[in-house]
C-alpha cells in the first residue's frame, strides 16, 4: 500500500510552453501533496505544500504564477510548468501525506523536465 | 524554521565496513527523523525512521541514533556492501501533515 504515481516521468517541451505534471496515490487518500524540485547532486527543495481543496502554500522564492498547483481531489494533485524557460529544467517530485500513516510520508518516482 | 545539517557529503568505505551519516537539526520540537536512499534518477526510499521518544533502533546493518539533548542524529550501515551505494538524505519533521527538511545529502560509494 501506499503507492504514489507520477506522469509524465519524463517530459521534454520547447522554451515557452506550459507543462503539467500530475500526481496520484494510489491506494490511499492524501490530506497533503508536496512538491519538490531536485537539481543534480543536490537534495530535494521543497516548493510548495498542497492541502485538498485549499490554495498551495508556496515557499519563499517560489513563483505561484509560475508554479500552478492544484490539488482537486484526494487522490490528485498537479503542477503546472507556465511558460517554462531551460532554468525550470528539472527533476520534479512529490509526495504524499496522510493522517493514517502518522509522519511518513509518500513520494512519487518523480519527472525529468527538459526545456529545450 | 527548522534547519537541518549534514555530514559528510561524500563519503568512499571499503566493501564490508562500517558508513556513519550524521544530522543536525534546531527545532527542538521536531520529533520524526527519516533517512531516505536515492538512486541516480529515482524516488527517494525510506530505509530507517525514528521518532523522538526512542533513542536507537536497528534494522539489520542499518540502525540510527537520535540525541535530543544535542540535536543530533546518526545514520549508521554496517557490512557495507556495493549495491549501498547511493545518495542518503537526513530529514526532520514537526507533526504529521507538515513539510519535511531534508539535510543537503551524502554520496555514498562502496568500493567492491
Known amino acids: 500500500g501506499a503507492v504514489v504515481s507520477q506522469h509524465p516521468s519524463r517530459v521534454i517541451c520547447k522554451s515557452g510552453t506550459s507543462v503539467k505534471i500530475e500526481c496520484r496515490s494510489l491506494d490511499f487518500q492524501a490530506t497533503t501533496m508536496f512538491w519538490y524540485r531536485q537539481f543534480p547532486k543536490q537534495s530535494l527543495m521543497l516548493m510548495a505544500t498542497s492541502n485538498e481543496g485549499s490554495k498551495a502554500t508556496y515557499e519563499q522564492g517560489v513563483e505561484k504564477d509560475k508554479f500552478l498547483i492544484n490539488h482537486a481531489s484526494l487522490t490528485l494533485s498537479t503542477l503546472t510548468v507556465t511558460s517554462a524557460h531551460p532554468e525550470d529544467s528539472s527533476f520534479y517530485i512529490c509526495?504524499?501525506?496522510?493522517?493514517?500513516?502518522?509522519?511518513?510520508?509518500?513520494f512519487g518516482p518523480g519527472t525529468r523536465l527538459t526545456v529545450l | 524554521g527548522e534547519n537541518v545539517e549534514q555530514h559528510p557529503s561524500t563519503l568512499s568505505v571499503q566493501e564490508g565496513d562500517s558508513a556513519v551519516i550524521k544530522c543536525t537539526y534546531s527545532?527542538?520540537?521536531?520529533?520524526?527523523f527519516p533517512w531516505y536512499k536515492q538512486e541516480l534518477g529515482k524516488r527517494p526510499q525510506l530505509i530507517i525512521d525514528i521518532r523522538s521518544n526512542v533513542g536507537e533502533k536497528k534494522d539489520q546493518r542499518i540502525a540510527v541514533t537520535l540525541n535530543k539533548t544535542a540535536k543530533h542524529f546518526s545514520l549508521h550501515i554496517t557490512e557495507t556492501q556495493p549495491e549501498d551505494s547511493a545518495v542518503y538524505f537526513c530529514a526532520a519533521n514537526l507533526k504529521p501533515g507538515n513539510q519535511f527538511y531534508f539535510g543537503t545529502g551524502t554520496s555514498l560509494t562502496v568500493i567492491p
Open positions: 509526495s504524499a501525506a496522510t493522517g493514517d500513516r502518522g509522519n511518513e510520508q509518500f
Open positions: 527545532d527542538s520540537a521536531s520529533n520524526y
